[in-house]
């Protein structure tokens, strides 16, 4: 497992763009697929989109398709997620996970490590 770290979330108003970014610490002698999930409040995790680990295969959920774009740059351990045209909906905690025995997987049980979450909201 690697510890994970998310980053840049925040406060935007509905239409705008935030990016999230997540990092790897120390180095894993696997290749993982990569995940982005998200939490509202009082609601399940939910799947956001997801990556593998030569950016061959991508998921996203229909809810953020077109919207957002999900990326990794493995020499520096980074995976980000651009979001655009983002609605109040998107509001929620996202989390960063990867998936160290299998390929992309909309299962939030099938991801190993998780980082600690970082908080978006967005305002209408």
């Known amino acids: 497992q690697v510890p994970l770290v998310e980053s840049g979330g925040g406060l935007v108003q509905a239409g705008g763009s935030l990016r999230l970014s997540c990092t790897a610490s120390?180095?894993?002698?696997?290749?993982?697929?990569m995940n982005w999930f998200r939490q509202a409040s009082g609601k399940e995790r939910e799947f956001v989109a997801g990556l593998s680990w030569s950016g061959s295969s991508t998921l996203y959920a229909d809810s953020v398709k077109g919207r957002f774009t999900i990326s990794r740059n493995n020499a520096k351990n980074m995976v980000y997620l651009q979001m655009n045209s983002l609605k109040p909906e998107d509001t929620a905690a996202y989390y960063c996970a990867a998936n160290f025995r299998g390929g992309v997987s909309i299962t939030p049980s099938d991801y190993q490590s998780w980082g600690q979450g970082t908080q978006v909201t967005v305002s209408s």
């Open positions: 120390g180095r894993s002698s696997s290749n993982y697929a």
